[in-house]
């Protein structure tokens, strides 16, 4: 499928709904346990997506628009979600990445944009030149990759209990890929 | 984590509301997609989901209380839905989802299962001897299994839109498991 901004906007919004319907006064056993090491919990994640909502995903689009390729976008703190979100409640973090979602679509929305813009070239510190249509697509695709970690270090919590089951669940054979 | 009953059901009773919040109404360049050959789009595992509420779970905890060991449970098809599901549109099927499950779930909690219940015996056609608290596990990281899988079937529909930023987007490097 083909870069869309409607298409893509269509999982942006839905994200915090599902994240809220999956995790929302859900037992912390669920929620505040990882897979282990410096893996991350249910917790963690959603820390995570909060922190990019703030200073990642419409950072990077108006530094498109304003500077193309001439300014590298600011790198992404991988660990800030561990400072910021410290002792929250997870229903809180839940409605505060809902509400940064929404004023960050209506501040998409409000740009206006057209074809022509999506071909726009922009920076990474790391990957070099990309596109602002490669930035909103990997925008819904990172919603998608938090969400297949999220139901992958769930399941983790229950490796032991579902026995000799375990063979035939591909989630608790997923080894990550790195998310 | 140990079984629970009701850690299971806080999973079992979520799932059809975050698949509402995920798949109603999307378009179906995300929902009607696969991953290429025989692969399940998300449509597919809707389908798949309802007809392990038909067959599968419930109907495996009757016979482990009914039979224990001494009947095999009946082996399950996984490829019915392409038969039940087929021309039904999506909402249609989220819904009748969400309805079956809860059918299901007020039976299970009518049974008012007690500890020592979770040790009773059944056999499993190919796996042999299963408990039904792994049975119970495991209709819950059933759904989690398949949260893992629509996550990646709809990011692998964007997987030449995000460009170079793919080498950081774990979901498009899962190669499935078997699920």
């Given at each position: 499928?083909e870069f869309?901004?409607?298409?893509s906007i269509?999982?942006?919004?839905r994200t915090p709904?599902v994240l809220i319907q999956?995790?929302?006064n859900?037992?912390e056993d669920w929620?505040m ?14 820390g995570h997506?909060i922190h ?6 419409m ?7 304003e500077?193309?390729?001439s300014?590298?976008?600011?790198p992404?703190?991988?660990l800030?979600?561990?400072r910021?979100?410290?002792g929250?409640?997870l ?11 929404a004023q960050?679509?209506?501040?998409l ?5 057209q074809?022509p ?11 070099g ?6 930035l ?5 695709v990172?919603d998608?990759t938090?969400?297949?970690?999220l139901s992958?270090?769930m ?5 032991d ?13 997923c080894?990550g890929?790195g998310?």
């Amino acid at each position: 499928m083909e870069f869309s901004i409607n298409k893509s906007i269509e999982i942006l919004e839905r994200t915090p709904y599902v994240l809220i319907q999956l995790a929302n006064n859900l037992s912390e056993d669920w929620t505040m346990n990882n897979e282990g090491g410096e893996t991350w919990s249910v917790f963690d994640v959603i820390g995570h997506l909060i922190h990019g909502e703030l200073t990642d995903w419409m950072p990077r689009v108006r530094t498109i628009l304003e500077h193309g390729e001439s300014r590298a976008f600011d790198p992404f703190d991988r660990l800030a979600q561990e400072r910021e979100s410290k002792g929250k409640p997870l229903p809180e973090l839940l409605d505060e990445f809902a509400r940064l979602r929404a004023q960050n679509l209506n501040a998409l929305r409000a740009m206006n944009l057209q074809s022509p813009d999506f071909d726009r070239r922009g920076r990474h510190p790391a990957l070099g030149v990309v596109t602002l249509s490669q930035l909103l697509a990997t925008w819904a695709v990172h919603d998608l990759t938090h969400l297949h970690q999220l139901s992958r270090v769930m399941a983790y919590q229950y490796r032991d209990a579902v026995g000799p089951w375990s063979a035939y669940l591909g989630v608790l054979h997923c080894e990550g890929h790195g998310s």
